[in-house]
């Protein structure tokens, strides 16, 4: 593969996978759509073709194929093709299959994995497959046939490419025509399908070009999505953040834009945070979180969560954190230094990730809890902060510190509900949903638990809703609590609706807390109408304070209560825990 040096700077996507045959070219590949490729790739955009063909019968169709693609993935995502080498990523078909399809005369050719042949062979085909009880797929390709392994799809064999290209799947997008490129748009961040793809393909596009095959990709690699004037959010990468008064999900997308999450001390705002990270990182979006108190060391739970710092953890410098975040998501743990070299720290830190994230497109987001430090008027990020580049979820209980830059580069803010709203908080989300001071001041007077989510894309459409349940711990200014436990016959014994133990105890505050973000909603019907949180809180640790605020919010749930009310009372316990400045346990 021929290297290329980008030049100038680049929008959200770093990638672009796009197939050969009715994609790319209707036959030989136009000058024009050579010429912009080359055109993508000198701008740093990696080009990587996708295709069902063998590799030799591509090389003859595109003879200097190698040199306008970035890596090659052929036979349908079972061949890598990179400047590495030629790599299998599955084992061969068994030559049986070829022997049998022989001798029922069917004309077949083999690649490196796969067996091609004639979509009108298909039924031949898989009664061969099945009657030889080989673990094998078959994939049509217009009138082509593939006979695959299992497992092996356009799709995965993207991943690997771009694996091998340090890119991620979410910064691609993935352009297509036939049957087979289903699993090339799934993957890719955004889904493109060219005019004259099929109708299946074209319903299961996120975007469908105006023009077909080549001419439609010379209108994309030139066009506003790439250049990140346009964002496309398609349905499949979104943030579940709660639901609404009528039981719908309200969500955000995954990518491509800036939010806020806002609200008092105790009203959730890292409870919160945490619940959109999760679901980044299962995801799979690369996310720094750079955490000053400690309160979202509970997503090392997550599988490719790496937390660094704290009491316990050395913190890794700057450099060492860029290099983790090609990989893995990072916690960057604060809380065991003072204010004064916390500021020392984060005078590098942002600005190593921003040289990441212009170079690679990783991490996706950046996630500045107590944002209105750094970016304050006087903050010591401000000089790299670059909203252009999308991705920072900014969390704060004084949004009207920020500078004046930062508010105006907010796409939506996330504003958690309480009984006095700050007149900063309304002023803040009222401008980004475009509505009337006193009908947001009205939606944000409510209880803990509730948010309202203002989206400048969505004008005069802000929406109340309650939070979602969360998986993993939140753990609250964790370096300020002890999680000693009670001995076995003062420990909380966790039941269902059914009056049937769910295995789950709580020797302290902070695993009651912790099963309390994860427990099914029966464990709330159950417990909560005999008030069994709040007595045990006042029976073992007699802490009245806060078992009146466990009981009030007990208060409000019955046995039957629909779900709305149960997630509810889930965050308003929740949150009494969270806001307690010291532990009992």
Request: proline residues 4%; aromatic residues 4%.
């Amino acid at each position: 593969m021929v290297g290329v040096t980008a030049a100038g700077a680049l929008g959200y996507f770093r990638a672009v996978a796009v197939d050969f045959d009715g994609t790319l070219a209707d036959g030989a590949v136009a000058s024009e759509t050579l010429a912009a490729l080359t055109d993508a790739r000198a701008r740093g955009i990696r080009i990587i073709l996708v295709t069902g063909r063998i590799v030799q019968e591509l090389r003859t169709a595109f003879a200097d194929v190698e040199d306008h693609v970035d890596a090659l993935v052929a036979e349908n995502g079972a061949v890598l093709v990179t400047s590495l080498g030629v790599r299998r990523l599955a084992a061969p078909v068994d030559r049986a299959v070829s022997w049998e399809l022989a001798a029922r005369n069917v004309v077949h050719r083999r690649g490196q994995v796969l067996i091609a042949c004639s979509a009108a062979d298909e039924p031949v085909a898989l009664e061969v497959v099945r009657g030889l009880g080989h673990d094998c797929r078959l994939v049509r390709n217009r009138d082509q046939l593939m006979i695959l392994p299992a497992g092996v799809t356009k799709g995965t064999g993207l991943l690997e490419a771009l694996a091998d290209l340090g890119l991620s799947q979410h910064n691609t997008l993935g352009i297509g025509d036939a049957e087979n490129d289903h699993s090339l748009m799934e993957v890719c961040e955004v889904g493109v399908a060219v005019a004259n793809a099929v109708e299946a393909i074209r319903a299961h596009a996120d975007v469908t070009l105006d023009l077909p095959d080549g001419q439609g990709v010379v209108d994309l690699l030139r066009g506003p999505i790439l250049a990140g004037r346009t964002h496309v959010h398609p349905r499949r990468w979104q943030i579940t953040l709660g639901i609404d008064d009528n039981g719908d999900a309200v969500t955000v997308p995954a990518s491509q834009l800036n939010i806020a999450v806002c609200g008092g001390t105790g009203t959730g705002k890292s409870y919160l945070t945490g619940l959109m990270c999760e679901q980044l990182v299962r995801y799979g979006y690369g996310v720094v979180v750079i955490d000053p108190e400690g309160d979202h060391i509970g997503l090392g739970d997550l599988h490719n969560v790496l937390v660094t710092g704290g009491r316990d953890r050395r913190l890794a410098g700057p450099g060492e954190i860029v290099h983790l975040l090609r990989n893995v998501t990072v916690v960057v743990d604060l809380s065991h230094l003072d204010p004064a070299h916390q500021g020392k720290y984060l005078a590098g830190l942002p600005a190593e990730i921003e040289a990441q994230r212009a170079a690679t497109g990783l991490p996706q987001w950046v996630v500045v809890d107590e944002a209105h430090a750094p970016l304050g008027r006087a903050g010591s990020s401000l000089n790299v902060f670059n909203p252009a580049a999308k991705g920072y979820l900014l969390v704060t209980w004084r949004p009207e510190e920020f500078a004046n830059q930062v508010p105006a580069a907010l796409d939506a803010v996330i504003a958690l509900c309480s009984p006095q709203p700050s007149k900063h908080l309304v002023d803040l989300t009222a401008a980004v949903a475009d509505m009337p001071r006193a009908q947001i001041a009205r939606m944000l007077d409510g209880p803990t638990g509730r948010a309202v989510l203002a989206w400048r894309a969505l004008a005069h459409q802000a929406v109340a809703f309650t939070l979602g349940a969360r998986s993993t711990p939140h753990l609250r200014h964790e370096h300020k609590y002890e999680f000693s436990g009670v001995d076995r016959d003062h420990r909380f014994f966790f039941r269902t609706d059914n009056d049937t133990l769910t295995g789950a105890v709580a020797a302290n505050l902070g695993e009651l807390e912790d099963e309390l973000i994860r427990c099914e909603r029966g464990v709330f019907r159950h417990h909560c109408p005999r008030r069994d949180f709040s007595h045990w809180v006042t029976g073992v640790f007699h802490d009245g304070p806060l078992a009146a605020e466990l009981a009030a919010a007990e208060a409000q749930l019955s046995a039957r209560s629909p779900a709305a009310i149960v997630e509810q009372v889930r965050l308003a316990l929740v949150a009494a825990l969270q806001a307690r400045p010291s532990s009992s346990a």
